[in-house]
């Protein structure tokens, strides 16, 4: 088992905190199904630690323990997995102990492992759902607007972007400060920064003006507000939506390796107005509903865990279906 002193000694080091080979640990019988099963993940926006992808027929204190060493970034904490598909047995699985406890910049965080078994008759796109569900679950579908109920997970300090196509990609984040705008310019490669702000909170942020002096394009939705009932029953978003968001996914869509697209979303805090139409625009760029869902926890967990399953509803069976009304998608 992990101790206290190994536990700090890992979280002094930055390289490992952010390392990128984290995620998910698989092991199957054979090296056919381990590498189909890589494929399925990869295609689902579901990270890998690929030094803990073993072939065996059984999943061993060892390989947990190891696993629970080098297969963790402790920012993405909620990907703490291990996946035995059909076949490969636990047998001391009674005696882990699945909770455990760091601290991060004097702040103390929790995370549980999971083992999740993939049963004989069950598909590995229905174990995909069964991850999905274990990594949100009912975190997700909270229905009001509850922050303490939220467990607290570390923060990256930067945004984090999810490749969507081969020159694409975007990352959730909340209202950039100016200095973040010379950084993601800079270091990161921004090329798009889509506001999603109402005009009282642009006017007083001067936030378009800034993306632009900083050398990016500024895309702009003015969304009024987080409320519910702007997603339901708001004929003015549904207008301004179905106006702008087919230049943005048509950007995002016939983006190449001469024009590639590096997008930031964003509203005040880059929870509930970014949620939601993250989670549009990626189901009219055809990302299926799990898909969606996963890409927006990939890159940004809390906004996957505050848009909540009311505003997603609206987004899958109000808004999407105002596009199909329109013929604007098939």
């Known amino acids: 088992m992990l101790n206290t002193d190994i536990n700090k000694q890992i979280l002094q080091d930055d390289n490992f905190i952010k390392n990128e080979n984290f995620g998910l640990s698989i092991i199957a019988e054979n090296e056919e199904d381990l590498q189909l099963f890589q494929e399925i993940c990869l295609k689902n926006f579901l990270p890998i630690s690929k030094d803990n992808c073993h072939v065996s027929l ?3 204190q060892n390989i947990i323990e190891n696993y629970l060493l080098t297969g963790i970034n402790y920012l993405r904490s909620e990907y703490t997995m291990i996946i035995l598909l059909k076949n490969v047995q636990c047998t001391e699985l009674s005696s882990l102990s699945y909770e455990k406890e760091f601290s991060l910049n004097n702040k103390l965080y929790r995370y549980n492992l999971q083992i999740l078994i993939q ?5 590995n796109e229905e174990l995909i759902t ?12 909270t229905d009001h607007d509850d922050h303490q109920s939220i467990p607290s997970l570390p923060t990256p300090n930067q945004p984090q972007f999810v490749s969507i196509s081969s ?8 209202l950039p400060g100016r200095r973040d705008l010379k ?6 490669g921004v090329t798009h920064i889509l506001t999603l702000l109402n005009h009282n909170e642009i006017n007083q942020s001067d936030i378009c003006n800034r993306i632009k002096l900083a050398g990016i394009e500024s895309l702009y939705i003015p969304i009024e507000g987080a409320d519910l009932s702007i997603f339901t029953s708001s ?4 207008d301004i939506l179905i106006e702008r968001l087919p230049i943005i996914y048509d950007l995002l869509l016939n983006s190449t390796i001469t024009t590639p697209v590096k997008m930031i979303i964003h509203c005040a805090a880059g929870l509930h107005r970014t949620g939601t139409i993250t989670y549009l625009l990626l189901r009219l760029c055809h990302f299926t509903i ?18 909540g399953q009311k505003r997603i509803d609206a987004a899958e069976y109000h808004l999407l279906k105002k596009f199909q009304e329109n013929k604007i998608i098939e």
């Open 119 to 123: 049963n004989n008759n069950e598909t």
């Open 235 to 238: 004929q003015t978003t549904i």
């Open 167 to 174: 020159y694409s990609q975007i990352a959730c984040w909340h």
């Open 130 to 141: 069964k991850i999905r569900y274990n990594l949100l679950g009912e975190i997700f579908i």
């Open 290 to 307: 799990d898909q969606a869902l996963l890409i927006i926890n990939r890159t940004r967990a809390i906004t996957a865990r505050q848009v």
């Open 183 to 188: 950084r993601f310019r800079q270091d990161l």
């Open 58 to 60: 059984q999943c061993t």
